[in-house]
Structures are given as structure tokens and as C-alpha cells.
């Protein structure tokens, strides 16, 4: 398993904007799958946005489309996700996933599909 370092959850108002991100500590960062998933109190954890390692492929949740963004630094070896036009249903833990030795160049969408797990970030927003 690789290190993950989730960070960057808070508390905002509706129609407010948060960036999340997760910092990794190996070098072979770029070869890896990586995903964001979250989950509510009572509910699954579910994807809201994934990316292949090359990342020429990404994911997105149909209720995150158009708001939220999934992109990778590799010189930061630090995977973001961008979230604008908050809404209350957004309120959950957010965790960031990694799978190190993907198959192949796909995005990987199910939480069986990753090894690694960051200690998920709170993010809450308030109507």
C-alpha cells in the first residue's frame, strides 16, 4: 500500500467552493489509478470523480458533472479535486484512492477497484 494524505475539507455555504487534496509520498506517483469517493452518514461510499493513470480518462458522477474537477499535479505527486457550486447534498466524508499497479489505462469507479485509502476530509455545506 502507498501513503495518502487527504486534506482541504471545511465548512461553506451553498454555491461556495472548496479544493480538496491528497498528497502522496511515492515516487512512482504517476503510474498510479486515482480516484475520489465520498460517503454520508447512512449511505455507501460512492465515486464522484476518477482518473487513469495517464490521465488522458477521468470519471465524473452525474451529480458532480460541471462542478467538480479531477486533476493531478506530478511534480506535487498531489491529486486535487476542485469543488465549485456547492450544494447540501455534497455534505460528506471525502476519501482520495489509489490503485499503484492499474491493469490498464482505465479509471476505476468502485471502491473494490483501489488498494489504498487516504483518512478522508469532512465537508460539510450549510443551505
Known amino acids: 500500500q502507498v501513503q495518502l494524505m487527504g486534506s482541504g475539507g471545511g465548512l461553506v455555504q451553498a454555491g461556495g467552493s472548496l479544493r480538496l487534496s491528497c498528497a502522496a509520498s511515492e515516487r512512482t506517483f504517476s503510474t498510479w489509478a486515482m480516484g475520489w469517493f465520498r460517503q454520508a452518514p447512512g449511505k455507501e461510499r460512492e465515486v464522484v470523480a476518477a482518473?487513469?493513470?495517464?490521465?488522458?480518462?477521468?470519471y465524473y458522477a452525474e451529480s458532480v458533472k460541471g462542478r467538480f474537477t479531477i486533476a493531478r499535479d506530478y511534480a506535487k505527486k498531489t491529486l486535487y479535486l476542485q469543488m465549485n457550486s456547492l450544494k447540501p447534498d455534497d455534505t460528506a466524508v471525502y476519501y482520495c484512492?489509489?490503485?499503484?499497479?492499474?491493469?490498464?489505462?482505465?479509471?476505476?469507479?468502485?471502491?473494490?477497484?483501489?488498494?489504498?485509502w487516504g483518512q478522508g476530509t469532512q465537508v460539510t455545506v450549510s443551505s
Open positions: 484512492a489509489a490503485d499503484p499497479d492499474p491493469v490498464g489505462d482505465y479509471v476505476l469507479t468502485t471502491p473494490d477497484g483501489y488498494e489504498s
Open positions: 482518473l487513469s493513470w495517464s490521465g488522458e480518462s477521468t
